[in-house]
C-alpha cells in the first residue's frame, strides 16, 4: 500500500526538479496523480502491468547520463529519448487506462519526446554549465558551422543560433504528432495532457525572444504566465473540445505546419 509520507517526498522532489511538468499534472485527476509518484512506483507498476521492457529503457537511458555527455547524431538523441522520454509517455498512457492503447501509445511516445527536446533547446547553457552534458546533435552544430568547444566555453553565436532553432523546429513536429493522440485518452485526462503540452511549447516563444540563445541563461515561464496558459487552454477546450484545435490556438503551433520544416532523422540538415 502506498503510504502518504512516499507521496508526500516524491511530490517534493518532483516539484524541485521538473516544474513544468509538475505544474501541468495537477490538473490529472486523483486517481492518475497519485499513481505517478515514482517512490510508490513497483506498486504501480505491479497494478497497472506496466511492461518491463517500458521500465528497463527508462532505467537504462539514466544509467547512459551517468557516462554520456555527447551525441553525434539525432539518431543517437533518439535512442536516448526513446528511454527517457518515450516511455514515460507510453507508462502515463498505461497507468491512465486508455481503452484504445495501439492507436494511442505512438502519439504518446512522440509527445513525451517533444517535451524532452524543449528541454534541451531551452536547458543548453544549464546542461553544460551544471551537468557537462551537450544534448544538441554534434551533426547539427556542425551542419550550421558551430561547435562542442564554443558552447563549452559557454559563448553563444549565430552558428549556435541556427542549430538551437533547427532542433527547436524538430521539436515542434513531434509536437504535431503527439497531440494528434490526446484524443485517444480517457476524457478526464485529455485536458490535463493539453495543458501540459502547451506550457512546454510556450518555451519556443521564450527561446524565439532571446534570439535563439539559450547558451547564456536559461528561460523560463513565471506563474503568472503559466496560470494564464491553463485559463486559456480551459477556456478553448469549454468552447473546442478538439485538443489539436486548441493546441493550435494557444500555443501558436500549426497542426497543419508544413512537416518538411521539421527535419527527421536521416534527413538533410538545411543551412539557414
Same mark, same amino acid.
Given at each position: 500500500?502506498?503510504?502518504? &509520507?512516499? !507521496?508526500?517526498?516524491?511530490?517534493?522532489?518532483?516539484?524541485?526538479?521538473?516544474?513544468?511538468?509538475?505544474?501541468?499534472?495537477?490538473?490529472?485527476?486523483?486517481?492518475?496523480?497519485?499513481?505517478?509518484?515514482?517512490?510508490?512506483? /513497483?506498486?504501480?507498476?505491479?497494478?497497472?502491468?506496466?511492461?518491463?521492457?517500458?521500465?528497463? !529503457?527508462?532505467?537504462?537511458?539514466? #544509467?547512459?547520463?551517468?557516462?554520456?555527455?555527447?551525441?553525434?547524431?539525432?539518431?543517437?538523441?533518439?535512442?536516448?529519448?526513446?528511454? /527517457?522520454?518515450?516511455?514515460?509517455?507510453?507508462?502515463?498512457?498505461?497507468?491512465?487506462?486508455?481503452?484504445?492503447?495501439?492507436?494511442? #501509445?505512438?502519439?504518446?511516445?512522440?509527445?513525451?519526446?517533444?517535451?524532452?527536446?524543449?528541454?534541451?533547446?531551452?536547458?543548453?547553457?544549464?546542461?553544460?554549465?551544471?551537468?557537462?552534458?551537450?544534448?544538441?546533435?554534434?551533426?547539427?552544430?556542425?551542419?550550421?558551422?558551430?561547435?562542442?568547444?564554443?558552447?563549452?566555453?559557454?559563448?553563444?553565436?549565430?552558428?549556435?543560433?541556427?542549430?538551437?532553432?533547427?532542433?527547436?523546429?524538430?521539436?515542434?513536429?513531434?509536437?504535431?504528432?503527439?497531440?494528434?493522440?490526446?484524443?485517444?485518452?480517457?476524457?478526464?485526462?485529455?485536458?490535463?495532457?493539453?495543458?501540459?503540452?502547451?506550457?512546454?511549447?510556450?518555451?519556443?516563444?521564450?527561446?524565439?525572444?532571446?534570439?535563439?540563445?539559450?547558451? &547564456?541563461?536559461?528561460?523560463s515561464l513565471g506563474t503568472i504566465r503559466k496560470a494564464?496558459?491553463?485559463a486559456r487552454t480551459r477556456w478553448h477546450w469549454l468552447?473546442?473540445?478538439?485538443?489539436?484545435?486548441?493546441f493550435e490556438t494557444v500555443s501558436g503551433i500549426s497542426?497543419?505546419?508544413?512537416?518538411?520544416?521539421?527535419?527527421?532523422?536521416?534527413?538533410?540538415?538545411?543551412?539557414?
Amino acid at each position: 500500500m502506498v503510504e502518504d &509520507t512516499q !507521496l508526500a517526498e516524491s511530490k517534493s522532489i518532483h516539484r524541485q526538479t521538473g516544474k513544468t511538468f509538475y505544474f501541468a499534472t495537477r490538473l490529472l485527476p486523483r486517481r492518475v496523480r497519485q499513481a505517478t509518484v515514482l517512490s510508490a512506483f /513497483s506498486e504501480v507498476r505491479e497494478e497497472y502491468g506496466i511492461p518491463d521492457e517500458e521500465v528497463e !529503457l527508462f532505467i537504462d537511458a539514466m #544509467l547512459t547520463d551517468i557516462d554520456k555527455s555527447r551525441y553525434e547524431t539525432y539518431e543517437d538523441l533518439e535512442a536516448y529519448m526513446r528511454g /527517457s522520454a518515450a516511455a514515460v509517455g507510453v507508462m502515463m498512457t498505461i497507468i491512465m487506462e486508455t481503452d484504445d492503447l495501439e492507436t494511442a #501509445l505512438p502519439p504518446a511516445r512522440k509527445l513525451g519526446e517533444a517535451f524532452q527536446l524543449t528541454n534541451f533547446v531551452r536547458d543548453v547553457g544549464e546542461d553544460i554549465a551544471d551537468r557537462d552534458r551537450i544534448y544538441l546533435p554534434l551533426e547539427t552544430l556542425e551542419a550550421h558551422g558551430a561547435d562542442a568547444e564554443t558552447l563549452e566555453a559557454r559563448r553563444f553565436t549565430d552558428e549556435i543560433g541556427d542549430a538551437v532553432e533547427h532542433e527547436m523546429r524538430r521539436a515542434e513536429g513531434l509536437y504535431r504528432e503527439g497531440v494528434t493522440g490526446i484524443k485517444y485518452l480517457p476524457r478526464d485526462c485529455q485536458l490535463p495532457v493539453l495543458t501540459a503540452a502547451v506550457l512546454y511549447a510556450d518555451h519556443h516563444r521564450l527561446v524565439r525572444e532571446r534570439g535563439y540563445d539559450t547558451v &547564456t541563461a536559461t528561460p523560463s515561464l513565471g506563474t503568472i504566465r503559466k496560470a494564464a496558459l491553463v485559463a486559456r487552454t480551459r477556456w478553448h477546450w469549454l468552447w473546442s473540445d478538439d485538443p489539436e484545435a486548441v493546441f493550435e490556438t494557444v500555443s501558436g503551433i500549426s497542426m497543419n505546419g508544413d512537416r518538411s520544416s521539421a527535419p527527421g532523422p536521416g534527413d538533410p540538415i538545411p543551412m539557414r
